[in-house]
């Protein structure tokens, strides 16, 4: 491996055009000798004479040193600059997010705009989570998670960017004007849309139905949000759904009933792992993610 000292040197006295005019542009403190020495010892690790005088005071690239030099000019050159980007965060970089559907949807969209227009360059990685979980920042599949965790354990770091209210959702047309409770009853007839069996979400639902002494006679259980609101809207069924605006979830084609027992609202959280390396991405995100919560 080449001696990085050696090839800052050499690119010294080739550009400068000798040794003491060299010694004198140097941004450290170092003689003539020391420079040639350092020539004549990245000379001896190449195998070939890099520099050749041409004048009493000057000195010129060969053509093996013309190589050399168009190589590390663009490195040397742009090496503080790196160095001052890495100092104050100013670089793109990659980030990888996981979040739930319906935060996707309706969260992230604004958010991720933010992000663009900060770092153009930065590569973002966007996947759905199923189950609002840590575990993929702990295996390092993400760097962030969004999604409503009912616990944080001490390892990770997290900031609260949101919260869901519940809501009755049923189609629009038809849907009648009662109180959430009786209507709840009347509903038991119909199909209910939960979410996959076994789910935190399906055991809200179920919570949530017990408290009211409905039990549903039939049941089509789905992945996400997203579907059972398109189920919903197509008249095939009703159901409990979260949402981020306390007015219910934006569609023309369903009515949306506040779920008023439980009242609960749902904390959703950005987190990351407290022992994750320096990523500006993430503080540009953070920074994008905050004022959506006021």
């Given at each position: 491996m080449?001696?990085l000292?050696r090839l800052?040197g050499?690119?010294?006295?080739?550009?400068?055009g000798?040794?003491?005019?060299?010694a004198r542009?140097?941004p450290?403190?170092?003689?003539?000798?020391?420079?040639?020495?350092?020539?004549?010892?990245l000379?001896a690790?190449?195998?070939v004479?890099?520099?050749e005088?041409v004048a009493?005071d000057r000195?010129q690239p060969t053509?093996a040193g013309?190589?050399?030099l168009s190589?590390v000019r663009?490195?040397?050159r742009?090496?503080?600059?790196?160095?001052?980007?890495?100092?104050?965060?100013?670089?793109?970089?990659t980030?990888?997010?996981?979040?739930e559907s319906?935060?996707?949807?309706?969260?992230?969209?604004?958010?991720l705009?933010?992000l663009?227009?900060?770092h153009?360059?930065?590569k973002?990685?966007?996947q759905?989570?199923p189950?609002?979980?840590?575990?993929?920042?702990r295996?390092g599949?993400a760097d962030?998670?969004?999604?409503h965790l009912?616990?944080i354990?001490?390892?990770i770091?997290?900031?609260?960017v949101a919260e869901?209210?519940p809501?009755?959702?049923?189609?629009r047309?038809?849907?009648?004007?009662?109180a959430?409770?009786?209507?709840?009853?009347?509903l038991?007839g119909e199909?209910f849309?939960?979410?996959p069996?076994?789910?935190?979400?399906?055991?809200l639902?179920?919570q949530a139905l017990a408290?009211?002494?409905?039990t549903p006679?039939?049941t089509?259980?789905?992945?996400?949000?997203?579907?059972?609101?398109?189920?919903v809207e197509s008249g095939?069924g009703w159901s409990?759904?979260?949402?981020l605006?306390p007015?219910?979830?934006?569609?023309?084609?369903?009515?949306?009933?506040p779920?008023?027992?439980?009242?609960?609202?749902?904390?959703?959280?950005?987190?990351?792992?407290?022992?994750t390396p320096e990523n500006p991405?993430?503080?540009?995100l953070?920074?994008?993610?905050l004022?959506?919560?006021?």
């Amino acid at each position: 491996m080449i001696d990085l000292n050696r090839l800052l040197g050499f690119h010294l006295v080739a550009s400068e055009g000798g040794y003491a005019k060299a010694a004198r542009a140097a941004p450290y403190p170092i003689t003539q000798p020391a420079l040639h020495q350092q020539v004549k010892k990245l000379e001896a690790e190449v195998g070939v004479q890099l520099l050749e005088r041409v004048a009493k005071d000057r000195m010129q690239p060969t053509a093996a040193g013309e190589r050399l030099l168009s190589f590390v000019r663009p490195f040397l050159r742009d090496l503080p600059t790196v160095v001052r980007s890495l100092r104050t965060g100013d670089y793109d970089g990659t980030i990888s997010i996981q979040a739930e559907s319906l935060l996707i949807r309706q969260l992230l969209p604004s958010w991720l705009l933010n992000l663009r227009r900060r770092h153009p360059g930065a590569k973002i990685h966007l996947q759905e989570l199923p189950v609002g979980s840590v575990e993929p920042l702990r295996t390092g599949a993400a760097d962030v998670v969004v999604a409503h965790l009912t616990e944080i354990p001490p390892d990770i770091a997290s900031e609260q960017v949101a919260e869901v209210h519940p809501f009755l959702v049923v189609p629009r047309e038809g849907a009648p004007g009662r109180a959430t409770a009786r209507l709840l009853r009347d509903l038991q007839g119909e199909t209910f849309l939960a979410y996959p069996a076994g789910s935190r979400h399906h055991a809200l639902q179920l919570q949530a139905l017990a408290l009211h002494e409905v039990t549903p006679q039939r049941t089509i259980h789905l992945d996400t949000a997203d579907l059972i609101l398109a189920f919903v809207e197509s008249g095939l069924g009703w159901s409990l759904v979260p949402s981020l605006s306390p007015k219910g979830p934006p569609s023309r084609r369903l009515t949306a009933y506040p779920l008023v027992r439980p009242r609960v609202r749902f904390p959703v959280f950005l987190a990351w792992r407290k022992d994750t390396p320096e990523n500006p991405l993430l503080d540009s995100l953070l920074q994008c993610a905050l004022p959506a919560r006021t």
